[in-house]
């Protein structure tokens, strides 16, 4: 039995190989990237790779590859369940919808004209998203109608970038304010002023579809659980201020008491439903009521490192630090095992 780990700084990877060596699994590591990684995978039977949605050669192909050998008879972190619809948010509303989740809702529209007739009926406000990107970026709150079919025509139109320079630079220096970033981090921002990344070049102008939310008011943070091996841990996010916005906003709340078991509950339920190796789920509620906003496969894994515990799926708490990388190998390895049977 071996493990291929592709590794990849600021990654789940460091995590995966320091729990190989330390439980003397074999290991080795490959590059996705590279023409030959068929073969080079060829002697593994678990492929795991912590693929990135701004990495613009991941977006090319990196759910192509992983579930390719899948499909060849081979366990890989993030299976098709777990990562088909990472960074997505349109396929992530059909997905919970389907599966009859408390979602809050969302309307998508194909068509110019149908999208126009909606505007001019619906209440507002509502939250403009595109299908891709985090830590909030690209979502806006529409106060009135006005604005929104200006939206809309746009998305009809030329599209919308991936990348906001003045947005994104306003983000840093907030970040930078608070102490949660650096000056030199600000200082690249002003050079994205002129030049604009990678991923976006690559990536182009998202249009051709228009998506919305309700707005759900009285909320002043979101809550992320993370259900990983039937454990499930939890931060609250606090909303940016004279903003709407949570993800991403750098102020994280830890305390057990903060999160409501029912909640959690439903997180377990759902990860079992959808057959998940790791889903982050991120509420608000309306009327105490929790109301899923979106989910994903991964996340920023130095803000979870003050957690106070987690929780197993018989909601026995348990204190203390924890590894939830490390959570991801062992549930391949028990994947493995039990095909072996």
């Known amino acids: 039995m071996k493990i291929a780990i592709h590794h990849r700084k600021d990654g789940f990877s460091s995590h995966w190989i320091e729990y190989c060596e330390k439980n003397s699994i074999p290991y080795k590591i490959v590059d996705c990237y590279s023409t030959s990684i068929i073969d080079d995978v060829r002697d593994c039977d678990i492929v795991m790779w912590h693929f990135h949605q701004t990495n613009c050669k991941d977006i090319l192909f990196a759910k192509q590859l992983v579930y390719s050998l899948q499909t060849a008879g081979k366990k890989v972190f993030p299976d098709f369940h777990t990562g088909w619809h990472f960074d997505d948010k349109v396929g992530q509303t059909y997905l919970l919808e389907a599966m009859g989740a408390p979602i809050v809702p969302s309307y998508l529209f194909y068509e110019k004209d149908k999208a126009l007739n909606w505007a001019d009926s619906t209440e507002f406000p509502k939250v403009f998203k595109l299908r891709r990107g985090a830590g909030s970026s690209q979502v806006r709150l529409i106060r009135d109608r006005r604005t929104a079919r200006k939206m809309i025509k746009k998305a009809f139109g030329k599209g919308f970038s991936q990348y906001e320079p003045g947005s994104n630079l306003k983000e840093r220096w907030r970040l930078y304010r608070i102490g949660k970033n650096s000056l030199w981090n600000v200082f690249k921002g002003v050079v994205r002023l002129g030049y604009t990344t990678e991923f976006d070049r690559i990536a182009g102008n998202e249009r051709g ?70 889903l982050a789920l991120d509420y608000v509620y309306s009327n105490g009521k929790p109301m899923i906003v979106e989910i994903s496969f991964g996340f920023t894994t130095q803000v979870y490192e003050s957690c106070e515990g987690y929780w197993d799926e018989m909601m026995n708490w348990h204190p203390g630090p924890f590894n939830p990388q490390h959570w991801m190998v062992e549930s391949c390895l028990k994947s493995l095992v039990k095909s072996n049977v």
């Open 209 to 278: 579809y228009v998506y919305f939310q309700d707005f759900i008011p009285e909320n002043d943070s979101d809550t992320r659980i993370i259900v990983i091996d039937e454990k499930a841990f939890a931060i609250k996010r606090l909303v940016r201020k004279n903003d709407f916005r949570a993800s991403g906003s750098g102020e994280v709340e830890y305390r057990k008491e903060l999160f409501d078991e029912e909640t959690i509950r439903l997180s377990f339920q759902l990860a079992e439903k959808l057959n998940s190796q790791s």
